[in-house]
């Protein structure tokens, strides 16, 4: 049982390159999420989706966009990445609107020079 | 801020002992959620706790829920190694389905 995956584990970009944040559920779960976690804080929540065709922000949306064309994908793009964006980024799905636990992803490292 | 605000930030008991960790929070929530996070990896969740309940146990693990003070609590009862990690709360507020969390305590317990 895979839970949240995310990809990739670690990955270094220059300033003003693109990429995207795979993130994928085998869990059936509607609900998933995006945050970001800076050193010595909580997760602070990016962009979330409550079912397949549906987004919404969270609390730091800019710079930063999604889309959820299936269930088990949700992935996280950085159209115009910026040293600000150096963060560690977690996934998590949860089977209904928050009133459930969240599963999480062990996260991807991204560093941006 | 509407998050939870966690206290202590860092916590160092040896072990054995009880670790408590505290986490108030400013609105009206419909749950609220500990975490745990050990390092380089993602959160687990621990235990969560619905507005209308006031204590809940799981093994070793014992949260309760103050609305009137808007505070909730964790306490690891005869703590390990093992435990050493970053615990956080998170809320789920009445006007939202979101989850808002807090900045952590960070756990040490020492052999």
């Known amino acids: 049982n895979a839970g949240v995956t995310q990809t990739p584990k670690f990955q270094v970009l220059k300033t003003g390159q693109s990429m995207t944040l795979q993130c994928a559920q085998d869990m059936n779960h509607e609900y998933m999420s995006w945050y970001r976690q800076d050193p010595g804080m909580g997760l602070r929540l990016i962009h979330y989706?409550?079912?397949?065709?549906?987004?919404d922000q969270g609390e730091v949306p800019n710079g930063y966009n999604v889309s959820r064309s299936t269930t088990e994908d949700f992935p996280l793009r950085l159209l115009s990445a910026a040293p600000s964006q150096t963060s560690v980024y977690f996934c998590a799905s949860n089977p209904f609107q928050g009133a459930q636990p969240q599963h999480f992803g062990d996260g991807t490292r991204l560093s941006i020079l | 801020s509407q998050q939870g605000e966690e206290d202590p930030q860092a916590l160092s008991i040896q072990e054995g002992e009880n670790a408590t960790m505290n986490c108030s929070y400013k609105t009206s929530i419909n749950n609220l959620q500990w975490y745990r996070q050990n390092s380089g990896r993602g959160l687990v969740h621990l235990i969560l706790?619905?507005?209308?309940?006031r204590e809940k146990h799981s093994g070793r693990l014992r949260v309760t829920l103050d609305t009137s003070k808007k505070s909730s609590s964790l306490l690891i009862t005869a703590s390990r190694a093992a435990d050493t990690a970053s615990y956080f709360c998170a809320l789920i507020m009445d006007s939202s389905y979101k989850l808002i969390f807090g900045s952590g305590t960070r756990l040490l317990v020492r052999p």
């Open positions: 706790i619905r507005s209308n309940e």
């Open positions: 989706s409550v079912g397949a065709g549906i987004t």
